[in-house]
């Protein structure tokens, strides 16, 4: 999988700089701005690789930043101002605080530069942008739920593992999944944040089975929780507990072909990138854009991981 190798200084070296691109012949291109959450971890580094695909393959010129860091909210911020002064004809952007982001999308619309929003929404009642594009993640929750409670029984408890307070994606996700796991009769002994930080769900997670040494079932909201959880089961002898989580990264791909993980809700975030850049060429193009456009997502398991893994290998050749 070499579009997860994405790395991080070519981001600054060459999409930053518009892709190589001379002034001359950049300007006879469409510009297209991109502002990611960060570029630190493989989810953002295959969309980010999907983006720059797009963007060679329609001959556009591509202006990506993104901080080093999910809870960077500011310097997100003030990128986002950055990528604006160069007059893109439109933005893609990722807000990691959607209500922080607020007043940077309306000076975004008072310079008349569409919006296409990747990976997370803005809040509900704001609608000054174009079009989502990404995940149904209550959704996602939904099917990642439901996954876990298939093998489990009714008053098992399970932890959830979030992220940063304030970050939609992973309390929409864990929002889903909470609904489905006590419709079943599942009991949620912990509902806690991990933030983008693996070592840190992992001291999460220890925390609670030191309070709660019966859970039964993890879900994480990400893939890094995901991990982390397994690694502070596997540590106490509980190596078994069906763990879920969101995003098969190459890790989490070989733990479940291995059997240490139960289940992983992949999200083809490379996709996605690459659909946010053509759904920004349709605007320029002036074709009808829906306001919400998501991506699949699909289960993995042991039944079904070689699949994952065959067509990743042929993706990569």
């Known amino acids: 999988m070499k579009v997860r190798k994405f790395v991080t200084t070519l981001l600054a070296a060459s999409i930053i700089a518009g892709l190589g691109l001379s002034q001359a012949a950049a300007a006879d291109k469409v510009k297209i701005g991109m502002v990611l959450k960060t570029v630190s971890s493989p989810y953002w580094q295959a969309m980010a690789a999907g983006a720059q695909a797009a963007a060679k393959e329609n001959d556009a010129e591509l202006v990506l930043l993104a901080p080093p860091t999910e809870d960077a909210v500011e310097q997100q911020i003030n990128m986002f101002q950055d990528v604006l002064f160069q007059q893109p004809a439109v933005m893609i952007f990722s807000p990691t605080q959607p209500p922080a982001a607020v007043n940077i999308m309306e000076k975004a619309k008072a310079q008349k530069v569409p919006v296409v929003l990747v990976d997370t929404p803005m809040p509900p009642k704001f609608t000054d942008y174009v079009t989502f594009v990404g995940m149904d993640n209550v959704g996602i929750g939904k099917v990642g739920g439901e996954a876990l409670a298939k093998v489990l029984k009714k008053g098992d408890k399970v932890l959830l593992l979030e992220g940063a307070p304030g970050n939609p994606t992973n309390t929409e996700r864990c929002n889903g999944a909470e609904e489905v796991l006590k419709a079943a009769g599942m009991v949620i002994a912990a509902r806690q944040p991990a933030y983008d930080d693996r070592e840190r769900a992992y001291s999460v997670t220890q925390n609670v089975l030191q309070a709660n040494p019966d859970i039964a079932?993890?879900?994480?909201?990400?893939?890094?929780?995901?991990l982390a959880a397994s690694r502070a089961f596997k540590q106490v002898g509980k190596g078994e507990v069906p763990i879920v989580g969101v995003y098969a990264n190459d890790e989490v791909i070989n733990a479940i072909a291995a059997g240490d993980l139960y289940a992983s809700v992949h999200i083809n975030s490379y996709d996605m990138g690459q659909l946010a850049v053509k759904t920004a060429l349709d605007i320029v193009a002036g074709k009808e854009i829906p306001k919400n456009t998501y991506v699949n997502t699909v289960v993995v398991t042991k039944d079904n991981v070689q699949e994952l893994?065959?067509?990743?290998?042929?993706f990569a050749q």
């Open 217 to 226: 079932g993890v879900f994480g909201a990400d893939y890094t929780k995901q």
């Open 309 to 314: 893994i065959d067509q990743n290998a042929k």
